[in-house]
Nanobody, 117 residues
């Protein structure tokens, strides 16, 4: 059974930092594109950052220069280092693993990030 488990969320002040992690029980992890999505209250889920099996990363404009996505294929983990956090970054952050060839699209249950004084 595939499981993606997020950790590292919490309450942080504006300008602060957090590091989110995603641990995957997933065969052939290194073949999956891994991504972080977020969903703020009353809003649709949006893609925040993704990293391909080859290590290429991309980000939405609002987090460029502040967030860094990374993966460790040996440990089957993915991380999101978030800095200079803003109140508008407040959301539930979800880990996603996707491989079109395998037909696999898996989600974690999410971890809450709250940026507030």
């Amino acid at each position: 059974q595939v499981q993606l488990v997020e950790s590292g969320g919490g309450l942080v002040q504006p300008g602060g930092s957090l590091r989110l992690s995603c641990a995957a029980s997933l065969n052939f992890f290194n073949f999956y594109t891994m991504a972080w999505y977020r969903q703020a209250p009353g809003k649709q889920r949006e893609l925040v950052a993704a990293i391909t099996s080859g290590g290429t990363s991309n980000y939405i404009d609002s987090v460029k220069g502040r967030f860094t996505i990374s993966r460790d294929n040996a440990r089957k983990t993915m991380s999101l280092q978030m800095s200079s956090l803003k109140p508008e970054d407040t959301a539930v952050y979800f880990c996603n693993a996707n491989n079109i060839s395998f037909g696999g699209d898996y989600w974690g249950k999410g971890t809450l990030v709250t940026v507030s004084l």
